[in-house]
């Protein structure tokens, strides 16, 4: 298992479907060793969720958008937010990604929490925003606030993401980079 490089990021970028869309600046968003996910909406959760011994038994928190001001940012007070990636994801079957806050949201008193993207899954993923500065923190619509990067499988599964949150709030893909 290694990490995608730059240019291979590059390369799915520039493929069909491409590994990420939705891109606010595809360029930028491009880093040496991972690709940077830019926040759409924050939501706070408004009621308690529930994780049974099978799927039939779960239940999602209830939450609510947090709306942004006349400058296009928000402030989060200490607490757990579920924040709405602008990117669309569709993880190859020899690939799976992690992601990792950015520092500057960590030097401010944040971080990102996320699960696992698994081989073949494709949607616009949530990730979890911890702000533990006690004088909070103002996010930007369409900040970067995580990295994701990029892990090859030892071989191309043969039972990629066929779960709940497949296609989870997906667009239209379009190529990220020429």
Not at 84 to 111: H, K, Q, Y
Not at 143 to 159: G, P
């Amino acid at each position: 298992m290694g990490v995608l490089s730059y240019q291979r990021i590059r390369a799915l970028l520039a493929g069909v479907p491409p590994l990420v869309s939705g891109c606010v600046d595809a360029e930028e968003q491009l880093q040496p060793n991972g690709f940077d996910m830019t926040l759409e909406s924050v939501a706070e959760f408004t009621g308690a969720g529930k994780i049974g011994a099978s799927n039939a038994d779960r239940v999602l928190a209830e939450t609510r958008d947090l709306p942004f001001g006349a400058d296009g940012c928000v402030f989060l007070g200490p607490g757990v937010y579920a924040a709405r990636l602008n990117e669309t994801v569709a993880i190859p079957r020899d690939v799976m990604a992690l992601a990792r806050p950015r520092s500057s949201l960590l030097r401010n008193g944040a971080a990102v929490h996320n699960a696992v993207w698994d081989a073949g899954y494709v949607g616009r993923s949530q990730v979890q925003i911890v702000v533990s500065n006690p004088r909070g923190i103002v996010l930007a619509r369409n900040a970067r606030i995580a990295q994701m990067v990029f892990f090859t499988l030892d071989e191309v599964t043969d039972a990629p993401y066929a779960g709940l949150f497949q296609g989870e709030g997906a667009r239209e893909p379009e190529a990220s980079l020429a």
